[in-house]
């Protein structure tokens, strides 16, 4: 059974960094599409960025293009979310996806995955 770990959120002042963390485990977990998605409260989930497999193509909401990047280290299973000049309303929990799939179609969509793991708070507060 495949498992997706979180790590790395946390309170931030506005301008701030983070850097999340997801890591695979268990099971089979060879080629895959990784993804983050953000959820705050009473809001839908909503896609954040995701990294192919075949080419380690990015894709960027445009809320975060130019603030954030994925980057991911398969050697290591782990799949990073780095986040500068957070703003409040990037305040949310977050997700991380996988898909074992080299590439797919659509990779914005929180449907298109099959495992997930339990999230990361990140808070943006002075």
């Known amino acids: 059974q495949v498992q997706l770990v979180e790590s790395g959120g946390g309170l931030v002042q506005p301008g701030g960094s983070l850097r999340l963390s997801c890591t695979a485990s268990?099971?089979?977990?060879?080629?895959?599409?990784r993804a983050w998605f953000r959820q705050a409260p009473g809001k839908e989930r909503e896609f954040v960025a995701f990294i192919n497999w075949i080419d380690s193509s990015t894709y960027y909401a445009d809320s975060v293009k130019g603030r954030f990047t994925i980057s991911r280290d398969n050697a290591k299973n782990t799949v990073y979310l780095q986040m500068n000049s957070l703003k409040l309303e990037d305040t949310a929990g977050y997700y991380c996806?996988?898909?074992?799939?080299?590439?797919?179609?659509?990779?914005?969509?929180?449907?298109?995955?099959?495992?997930w793991g339990q999230g990361t708070q990140v808070t943006v507060s002075s």
């Open positions: 996806a996988a898909q074992p799939l080299a590439y797919i179609n659509n990779a914005r969509a929180f449907s298109s995955y099959t495992y």
């Open positions: 268990g099971g089979t977990f060879s080629r895959n599409v």
